[in-house]
Antibody, heavy 117, light 112 residues
Framework: QVQLVQSGAEVKKPGASVKVSCKAS????????MHWVRQAPGQGLEWMGI????????SYAQKFQGRVTMTRDTSTSTVYMELSSLRSEDTAVYYC??????????WGQGTLVTVSS | QSVLTQPPSVSGAPGQRVTISCTGS?????????VHWYQQLPGTAPKLLIYGNSNRPSGVPDRFSGSKSGTSASLAITGLQAEDEADYYCQSYDSSLSGYYVFGTGTKVTVL
């Protein structure tokens, strides 16, 4: 079955960077785009960007331009999301989600990133 | 900032019918882009509930249904059950420069 497994929780200091991984299995990795979505505590869902695992091209939400980098490793069917210059407002659960046409299915289990001094 | 507006909460007794609205604009739902719905149970990742405005993925009970008209969409839950208590989000594509994929503000469904 299609499965996305993300890396574990992280605690970072303000100004640092964090890199979250998402390992895909159960389908052809290069055939589907991958999205990253975050959810701050008690808040809604926020789309961050998308990567094409086939060629590596990316597109980021304007809000995160210049701070986020999405990459992939086709040899391990893994995508990565790196967010830099972290601030307290970046404390959130970060999800990867496979893109099927314009929808998200399935989702990874989520990775909690806590930014605290 | 969410581009699609949903009511913060709806509630109903077991067996009742509840509906959740999702209001967008001419750059997303009104432009003809499909609406998808997700269910997020407490402490878990979102799960696709309705895709392409009104289609249910395999395994989703037919108590859940979706519709779309103009710049809005709706999710209906008939025969409400205790396990339906969750957060629900609509999602679409937006052609404006601020972001490509947009979510609704989210609705908490409470089973009384």
């Amino acid at each position: 079955q299609v499965q996305l497994v993300q890396s574990g929780a992280e605690v970072k200091k303000p100004g640092a960077s964090v890199k979250v991984s998402c390992k895909a299995s159960g389908y052809t990795f290069t055939s589907y785009y991958m999205h990253w979505v975050r959810q701050a505590p008690g808040q809604g869902l926020e789309w961050m960007g998308i990567i094409n695992p086939s060629g590596g091209s990316t597109s980021y939400a304007q809000k995160f331009q210049g701070r986020v980098t999405m990459t992939r490793d086709t040899s391990t069917s893994t995508v990565y999301m790196e967010l830099s210059s972290l601030r307290s407002e970046d404390t959130a659960v970060y999800y990867c989600a496979r893109g099927v046409v314009e929808r998200f299915d399935p989702w990874g289990q989520g990775t909690l990133v806590t930014v605290s001094s | 900032q969410s581009v699609l507006t949903q009511p913060p909460s709806v509630s109903g007794a077991p067996g009742q019918r509840v509906t959740i609205s999702c209001t967008g604009s001419s750059s997303n739902i009104g432009a003809g882009y499909d609406v998808h719905w997700y269910q997020q149970l407490p402490g878990t990742a979102p799960k696709l509930l309705i895709y392409g405005n009104s289609n249910r993925p395999s395994g989703v009970p037919d108590r859940f249904s979706g519709s779309k008209s103009g710049t809005s969409a709706s999710l209906a839950i008939t025969g409400l059950q205790a396990e339906d208590e969750a957060d629900y989000y609509c999602q679409s594509y937006d052609s404006s420069l601020s972001g490509y994929y947009v979510f609704g503000t989210g609705t908490k469904v409470t089973v009384l």
